[in-house]
């Protein structure tokens, strides 16, 4: 695969995520964040091991079972502190901060552990992305900026780089798809035991079910597929990245689906995050270009 396709793949996949928000708003809010983030996991994770198994896709031998726990422990907490946080201070708030901070944790974890310095192309993808998410978000009415909801935002923003770096680590060694299963379906059996402790009336009513499907079939295993494939071919910061067109989505779907709208502050916020997004796909064009 080359490196621009592994981008654009991993943007599909990120896009994919920008929709988790505005369908979990359909989900009864009688429903725990924590059961939520369990249900999705479960759904998702089980239903595409139980496949994998039956087709024989998946050979445990040499499996690297310290990433995978490593990754599937990483999504069980990112599950209740990005559930919790869109609680407390809403999608914009929520996602805006989990997913825009994550860039720049994902960027110093490699840093720190795998001493490869930021390229400039980098730098200027992931400023111009952070500084749109700003910008998108800057001039929203009626958003209350919940202190434990920010914290529990960047906690996830962070867990979610650690995913990224220890998934790509996984699928280095193994199938993309074989290893959301593998991971998904531990981390499902991680927040199992919450669907228990934590309130869950209204998840098998109607909007419960088709919501907890959607967001275990089209935001988890398709959308992680994705992310997961293309994570071979590129840096798990590149990656990161770009799944800020997550906030990007779910700022356009906001105003397509909800009637919501966008002042010219934000969608100044919008062109830099496209912006962002179009120089770090473009820039794996190029090197390809340059290597051949």
Same mark, same amino acid.
Do not use: D
């Given at each position: 695969?080359s490196?621009r396709i592994?981008?654009i793949?991993?943007l599909?996949?990120?896009?994919?995520?920008?929709?988790t928000?505005?369908a979990?708003t359909?989900?009864?809010?009688?429903?725990?964040?924590?059961?939520?983030?369990?249900?999705?996991?479960?759904?998702g994770?089980?239903?595409?091991?139980i496949?994998?198994?039956?087709?024989?896709?998946i050979e445990?031998?040499n499996?690297p079972w310290?990433?995978t726990?490593?990754a599937?422990?990483a999504?069980?907490?990112? =599950?209740?502190?990005?559930?919790?946080?869109?609680r407390?201070?809403?999608v914009a708030?929520?996602?805006?901060?989990?997913?825009?901070?994550?860039?720049m944790?994902s960027?110093?974890?490699?840093?720190f552990i795998?001493k490869?310095?930021?390229t400039?192309i980098?730098?200027t993808?992931?400023?111009?992305?952070?500084?749109?998410?700003?910008l998108?978000?800057?001039?929203k009415?009626?958003?209350?900026?919940?202190p434990?909801g920010?914290?529990l935002?960047?906690c996830?923003?962070?867990?979610?780089?650690?995913?990224s770096?220890f998934?790509? =680590?996984?699928v280095e060694k193994?199938?993309?798809?074989?290893s959301v299963?593998?991971?998904?379906?531990?981390?499902?059996m991680?927040?199992?035991?919450?669907?228990?402790?934590?309130?869950?009336e209204?998840?098998?009513?109607?909007?419960?079910i088709?919501?907890?499907?959607?967001?275990?079939?089209?935001t988890?295993?398709?959308?992680?597929i994705?992310?997961?494939i293309?994570l071979?071919?590129?840096?798990s910061?590149?990656?990161?990245?770009?799944?800020?067109?997550?906030p990007l989505t779910a700022?356009?779907?906001?105003?397509v689906?909800?009637?919501e709208k966008?002042?010219?502050v934000?969608w100044s916020g919008?062109?830099?995050?496209l912006g962002?997004?179009?120089?770090?796909?473009?820039?794996?064009r190029?090197?390809?270009?340059?290597?051949q």
């Open positions: 695969m490196q592994a981008y793949t991993v599909l996949g990120a896009m994919l995520w920008g929709t928000g505005t979990q359909f989900m009864p809010q009688t429903v725990h964040p924590l059961a939520v983030g369990a249900s999705r996991l479960a759904v994770g089980f239903t595409l091991l496949v994998m198994l039956l087709l024989r896709k445990f031998r499996w310290k990433a726990l490593s599937a422990l999504m069980a907490i990112f =599950q209740y502190c990005f559930f919790t946080s869109i407390l201070t809403g708030i929520g996602t805006v901060v989990a997913i825009g901070s994550a860039p944790f960027g110093l974890i490699e840093w795998h490869r310095r930021p400039r980098w730098l993808a992931t400023a111009m992305a952070v500084v749109g998410c700003i998108l978000f800057s001039n009415e009626g958003m209350a900026v919940h434990v920010v914290t935002s960047l996830a923003g962070l867990l979610f780089a650690f995913y770096l998934n790509k =680590q996984v193994v199938a993309a798809i074989p299963a593998v991971i998904f379906s531990a981390s499902a991680m927040l199992l035991p919450f669907l228990f402790m934590f309130e869950t209204g998840l098998l009513t109607v909007p419960g088709s919501t907890m499907l959607y967001l275990g079939i089209a988890t295993t398709i959308a992680y994705l992310f997961s293309g071979r071919n590129i840096p910061s590149s990656a990161v990245t770009l799944s800020l067109a997550e700022a356009i779907l906001s105003v689906v909800v009637g966008l002042s010219v934000s919008i062109a830099l995050l962002g997004i179009l120089v770090l796909t473009l820039s794996g190029q090197k390809k270009t340059v290597g």
